[in-house]
């Protein structure tokens, strides 16, 4: 392969490409070291589901650079499996920080120096909430 003789489009689809090949490979061998030292479940699941993003995104990254017949289509299909699976780690990132921080994700726990403070939102959050509100237990 000749680096010289290659356009930018060439160049950005190998480096696209090799980004993804290396991605995908740091991945298996992260997920491979987890499920190999399998020692607290709970936090061991999230992490894994977490891992699981670098890959997608790069393979999404690199499919919507192709452009070769059906990749338009493909690429729309991955884009949403991507964003659905990006709300499902931002849900087990929380979870394993409620995990580490040892927080019930049941229980609405409001720490006591906060308790009965009033909060004052801003002009989004005015919208859909009162100006100003307080923290109960």
Same mark, same amino acid.
């Given at each position: 392969?000749?680096?010289? +003789?290659?356009?930018?489009?060439?160049?950005?689809?190998?480096?696209?490409? #090799?980004?993804?090949?290396?991605?995908?490979? #740091?991945? !298996?061998?992260?997920?491979?070291?987890?499920?190999?030292?399998?020692?607290?479940?709970?936090?061991?699941?999230?992490?894994?589901?977490?891992?699981? @993003?670098?890959?997608?995104?790069?393979?999404?990254?690199?499919?919507?650079?192709?452009? !070769?017949?059906? +990749?338009?289509?493909? #690429?729309?299909?991955?884009?949403?499996?991507?964003?659905?699976?990006?709300?499902?780690?931002?849900?087990?990132?929380?979870?394993? @920080?409620?995990?580490?921080?040892?927080?019930?994700?049941?229980?609405?726990?409001?720490?006591?120096? !906060?308790?009965?403070?009033?909060?004052?939102?801003?002009?989004?959050?005015?919208? #859909?909430?009162?100006?100003?509100?307080?923290?109960?237990?």
């Amino acid at each position: 392969m000749d680096f010289a +003789s290659m356009d930018r489009a060439q160049l950005t689809m190998v480096g696209s490409g #090799f980004s993804a090949l290396l991605s995908m490979h #740091f991945t !298996i061998q992260l997920l491979s070291q987890h499920l190999f030292f399998w020692k607290n479940p709970k936090e061991q699941k999230a992490i894994i589901m977490i891992i699981c @993003m670098a890959p997608l995104y790069a393979i999404d990254s690199f499919v919507g650079l192709l452009d !070769i017949r059906g +990749s338009k289509t493909f #690429f729309m299909f991955l884009d949403s499996v991507k964003e659905c699976y990006e709300a499902v780690a931002i849900a087990k990132f929380l979870a394993l @920080m409620y995990s580490y921080l040892n927080i019930s994700i049941i229980k609405n726990i409001v720490p006591d120096e !906060i308790k009965g403070r009033e909060i004052h939102h801003s002009f989004p959050m005015t919208l #859909f909430q009162i100006h100003l509100s307080k923290l109960k237990s």
